[in-house]
């Protein structure tokens, strides 16, 4: 017997799996409270030079008078994204030389715009011109703390299980997230949110486990895209901690605050009764069956465990580098690996890249996680009709070529345009939000169970490359400068989007299909030789009481 077979006779997806389905859904909130709050902690106002000698300077114009000082120190910018150069202030020593010519020095000393965020931690410690690359870097190393805490963790749940690592990492999170919330200096505040990422991404990729190892083969696609939709109820709260706080450190304080409730979830969900089965603790998986059919009123006649030696067909161990011993899975698991990062740089990009298209940033950043919610819950149906690869090709391709379209709507459209532009953006974030939805349920099952964990901790930690490389593409439209600046980082995330869609065609389809439990499985994973979730089926109805002797 199959632990899926065992699944169907308790019930795949009754009421103890969607109240514990419900419970950790509420970790992917918090995680889009970390991940995406990057972006209000670090972001860079509008800001100028700080006028020399004038202690009252703001980036308001107080008066025709300080407006007139402002010209006469302030150089305009040679960038058409902006109306006065971010860095120079004109020397007033050399200002009336005989050559009628003004030299130009770098400040030291800024004025920000208030009009979105009152302070970020970039306007209170001044990482701009010189030191604007810190932004993007300390955002790299999150998502390297994700990378590497996604594969350490990932792999340590394989090993201690998916509960005791997921109170580990709810205890870290804890304490260095409140740490981040007073961090006086950009180093302590790149360490800190280097542990955030780890801790707190790792939970979430748990978490995700722990849902789709309790369902049915039937009612995975139920639980793995939906808790993608808390995501974007998480970057929903967001928004709404950034418009009503303005303040970078009390939208962390906020975010902090969700953490303590994980410490608990060691009292309120179970060990993976999966995991239990490939340990050999056949009695504590067995007590977990039970008590899940007992809730869905689908209890399981006769005495003893439901599993042990003699009705198991128990998987033999496995480590996440035999993935690549075998050509087909090595084949598959990297071009697993390419979606997970190029969907982490697109998704994440379109977002950080949100500040350059126009309008209101707080309605923007709404929108982009509104627009979450079709996404996802139509990839819900195309993945029961059309089966996960083709839905995910789609996702990519659709996402992809809305943001190559905007070229056209930034460099021949101008400023009557940028709806159409905001639209294209959105259609790719859609796109994004969708693939990322069905790229976790993919992966989860074309991997086997005993690499479960560690292979979908990998795929995510790949993603992170992604991650690491959104804001430099994001902003790397401010150093070309222009319309073509503004529509260049669209056009890669599109570009790449399109290319990693064509690559997973490559891939098996797993809709209907019983999640492999061995390596040898996923060898055959795909072919003829693998089980189909119908052809397998067991009338449990006419041998429920012959099976209840037998279990």
Known sequence: MRFDDALKLVGEFGLYQKRLYLILCIVAISNALFMMGLIFHLYTPDHRCKIPGLENDTWEIQSPAHAHLINLTIPPSNMPLFEYDRCHVIDMRTSGNHSGTAGVIECSEWVYDTSVFYVTFTSMHNLVCGDKWKTSMIQAVYFLGVLCGDLGFGMLADVIGRRTTFTLCAVILTGVSFGASYAPDVISLTILEFMCGAAMHAAFIIACILSIEFVGPSKRVFVGVPIHMFFATGIVVLSGFGYFFRNHQQVQIATACTC???????????????????????????AILENIGKVNKKAIEGEGTIFDEKTL??????????????????????????????????????????????????????????????????????????????????????GGIACLLTIFTVLYGGAEMEPATITLAVIGKMGSAAAFGVIYTFSEELFPTVVRNGGLGASSSVARIGGMLAPYVAKSGEEIGGDFGK???????????????????????????KLPETIEDAKIFGSEKHPVYESVEIDYKDKEEENGKLL
């Not at 060691?266 to 603790?281: D, Y």
């Not at 084949?331 to 190029?342: E, Q, S, V």
């Open 260 to 286: 303590i409730i994980y410490m608990f979830y060691w009292w309120i969900i179970p060990e993976s009764a999966r995991w239990l089965v490939t340990q050999g603790k056949y009695k504590e998986a067995s």
């Open 313 to 398: 067909e128990l998987p033999k161990g496995a480590q996440l580098w035999h993935l690549f011993q075998h050509r087909i899975l090595c084949i598959r698991t990297l071009i697993i690996f390419f979606n997970w990062m190029i969907v982490s740089m697109m998704y994440y990009g379109v977002t950080m890249h949100a500040r350059y298209l126009g309008g209101n940033f707080f309605l923007n950043f709404f929108i982009m996680a509104v627009v979450e919610y079709p996404a996802n819950s139509s990839t819900i149906y195309f993945l029961e009709r059309f089966g996960r690869k083709k839905t995910h090709c789609a996702c990519m391709f659709v």
């Open 487 to 513: 529509a260049f980082p669209l056009v890669v995330f599109g570009a790449v989007s399109i290319l990693a869609g064509c690559l997973a065609l490559v891939l098996p389809e797993t809709l209907h299909k």
